[in-house]
């Protein structure tokens, strides 16, 4: 689940989305479905666990390195995005574990759409992620991307950072060295 907001626009998103297809080749080729979702305002559905990740596929991920400024603008609606995308996936078949990785530059801010809006967008990102990290079948990483990240620590029990954008694909490498057994 990648942040399309405005401040990933750019380097940020660029590199994300370059360790994102290198992710997304390493489990194709063990054999493990996957899907990549983005997300401001609203959720984006880049690949569906149903669709190959063929050539038109991986052209339409790597699409945003040629035009990384022509990402979606909006806010960091974390929760709803999160909220949606865990209920699409894992209540849909429960029965396998599932690594959801966040990955976002920034801390949640107020999005046009919302899940409780009596909450701030930090408590319903922290309701959220209570309610996915009490579930057997979900392992969930916040991924912090670039200088300022330190939220993901406060956010996410299992979390990862790169403070410096050119290592956000040697640290995905790293979470997925942790996380996947093959």
């Known amino acids: 689940l990648v942040d399309l907001s405005g401040s990933m626009q750019g380097e940020k998103i660029a590199e994300t989305f370059k360790g994102v297809a290198m992710m997304a080749e390493a489990l194709n080729n063990v054999g493990i479905p996957f899907s990549i979702y983005g997300f401001q305002d609203y959720v984006y559905e880049f690949k569906s666990f149903d669709e190959k990740w063929d050539d038109n596929k991986k052209e339409s991920i790597l699409s945003i390195l ?94 990862a950072q790169a403070k410096n954008v050119k290592d956000v694909t040697r640290k995905i490498k790293e979470v997925l060295r942790k996380t996947i057994r093959v």
């Open 66 to 159: 040629k035009y990384p400024k022509n990402t979606e603008s909006g806010d960091n609606s974390d929760g709803y995005a999160l909220d949606k995308v865990f209920n699409k996936v894992v209540l849909a078949d429960p029965k396998d574990i599932n690594l959801f990785m966040v990955f976002s530059d920034g801390a949640p801010a107020p999005g046009n759409n919302r899940i409780h809006n009596e909450m701030s967008p930090a408590d319903e990102l922290i309701a959220v992620i209570e309610h996915i990290e009490s579930r057997p079948e979900a392992l969930l990483y916040g991924f912090g991307v670039g200088p300022d990240t330190d939220h993901v620590r406060t956010f996410y029990t299992n979390h």
